[in-house]
């Protein structure tokens, strides 16, 4: 008997067709992935099930049974919940105020009392947090922890993924992913929308392909692999290897020395950290998230303060810097500007956006025009708020605007993350293009596999500090993971 079935649904904003006439169903107990490229129509369609939209047509049925979910509070006395790929969490109040909120409305309520009820229910599934921490003090892996520890505070019986694991470590998933399987067997109905094909794999039993909106394949996990489902999601053939020419290495670009940086408590979150980057390199940086990795990225791009040490840059680096920041949302875009706004934020003063203190409104909608076109940008026009568009689609606005001057140091922090694997290739091959014009680059990513693929050099960062330099060539996953771990190199 199918958990969940869908028939026919349909969505629309204005005159675009986010999800069209689309039919899949799901057992209980099982694993579903749903994939599809950026902007195809996932998050939308998980919106619709969770309750935050309404369909146009089509309907939901729960247990064979026709529901009509009006909100997200009518979805969660159905048993649905949904972890989204942006965090629905209030950085003002601690855990467990975040996980609690909105899920009691008992008079005195004792918070020492469900503080205490949320470690055990951390414990319970290996996703250990503290419950008075403020949420906007957590890096962003254990903000993710927080969210999924809110749906299974309210006893969802059908839970939603989106990306869950996109701030983990490797650690971290294996966990997650023992974790979901442990909830599979105890009934629960899980659907996990991810890009990364080697989870999917390992993960889901079943799997529904979306493509601009429409259904175009629904496999069993076992009849498939993964590059007729990276093909599927995209409509083309793609490369899961990156193909990287030697190191040509130019002049030093960027040279810190014993560097110290304070993260926002005041906390010392860099610590010593002292290393050269030269033309045509890319230096990888690997760690668990929240080690330093975010504080260390804006000093050296020039949002946040030194405490100690010094950076320098050589003469025709500043102001030409790259950033590609963690948080698109938050330090990336500006969500009520359009595509075309965002793309000359840093430029807009400059010729040709501007002349005689005037902003030439065509010259900017023509050259978003042909960032669109070049980056791929998933959108109906250039005055579409980035807000409107998927995370995907976001991240490529900010990778065309930090590109577009060639910059002669790039600094990338967690670059691919919510891409799907079309994506993923455009931005690495894109990355490694401007190494070949000889940029230099700072590659951050939790993705092991990812930084050893892109890297010429890797530092390993541990609380701050780098605790091994290693030959991106020769390295290897376990001699990295040992080192992220807080271990010695042998």
């Known amino acids: 008997m199918s958990y969940l079935r869908l028939e026919g649904i349909s969505k629309r904003f204005g005159s675009f067709i986010a999800n069209d006439n689309i039919f899949f169903e799901i057992e209980a ?18 919106n619709i099930i969770s309750g935050l939209y309404q369909p146009e047509s089509g309907q939901i049925y729960l247990q064979d049974k026709p529901v009509n979910i009006t909100s997200a509070k009518a979805a969660i006395k159905l048993g649905i919940g949904m972890i989204h790929q942006h965090f629905m969490l209030v950085p003002q109040l601690s855990v467990t105020e975040n ?10 309520l004792n918070l020492k009392q469900q503080q205490q009820k949320i470690a055990a229910l951390s414990q319970t599934y290996e996703l250990e947090i503290n419950p008075e921490a403020k949420v906007g003090y957590l890096p962003v892996g254990t903000q993710q922890r927080v969210e999924i520890l809110k749906v299974l505070y309210r006893q969802a019986k059908l839970l939603i993924l989106d990306e869950p694991t996109a701030v983990l470590t490797p650690l971290e998933v294996k966990s997650l992913i023992k974790i979901l399987r442990q909830l599979a067997n105890a009934g629960n109905t899980i659907i996990f929308i991810s890009h990364k094909l080697e989870e999917v794999m390992n993960l889901c039993d079943t799997v529904t392909v979306l493509r601009r909106g429409k259904v175009v394949a629904n496999r069993n996990i076992s009849e498939t692999n993964k590059s007729e489902l990276a093909a599927l999601m995209v409509g083309r053939e793609i490369s899961l290897q990156l193909n990287k020419s030697p190191v040509k290495l130019g002049r030093v670009v960027l040279s810190v020395e014993n560097l110290q940086v304070v993260d926002n408590r005041g906390i ?30 804006d000093t050296i791009a020039g949002v946040r303060s030194v405490k100690g040490g010094e950076i320098k840059f050589s003469q025709n680096v500043s102001p030409s810097i790259g ?72 991240q490529k606005v900010v990778l065309a605007r930090e590109l577009a001057e060639k910059p002669v140091l790039i600094i990338a922090m967690q670059p691919t993350r919510g891409l799907d694997v079309g994506a993923t290739e455009i931005l690495q091959q894109r990355l490694l293009a401007e190494r070949e014009r000889g940029a230099a680059i700072v590659y951050i990513s939790t993705e092991l596999q990812e930084v050893m693929a892109m890297s010429d050099r890797i530092a390993v960062m541990y609380r701050g500090e780098f605790v091994g330099v290693l030959d991106g060539d020769t390295a290897t996953v376990e001699e990295i993971g040992l080192l992220m771990g807080g271990g010695k190199k042998k």
């Not at 996980?99 to 005195?108: E, V, Y």
Request: proline residues 2%.
């Open 268 to 297: 010392n979150a860099v610590r010593n950290i002292s290393f050269e980057l030269r033309e045509g390199e890319i230096l990888g940086i690997a760690g668990v998230d929240g080690n330093g990795q975010r504080e260390l990225a």
């Open 99 to 108: 996980i609690i909120l909105g899920s009691d409305n008992k008079w005195g």
């Open 323 to 394: 950033y590609i920041p963690e948080d698109r949302q938050k330090m990336g875009l500006l969500l009520h500007f359009s595509i075309a706004q965002n793309l000359v934020l840093k430029a807009f003063r400059k010729l040709p956006f501007c002349r005689y203190l005037l902003l030439q409104p065509q010259v900017i909608k023509n050259h978003a025009t042909s960032a669109i076109s070049e980056f791929d940008i998933r959108a109906t026009g250039v005055d579409v708020k980035v807000s409107q568009l998927s995370g995907g689609n976001q």
């Open 29 to 46: 107990g099982k694993i579903h992935a749903i994939l599809g490229e950026n902007g195809a129509g996932k998050t939308t369609l998980m």
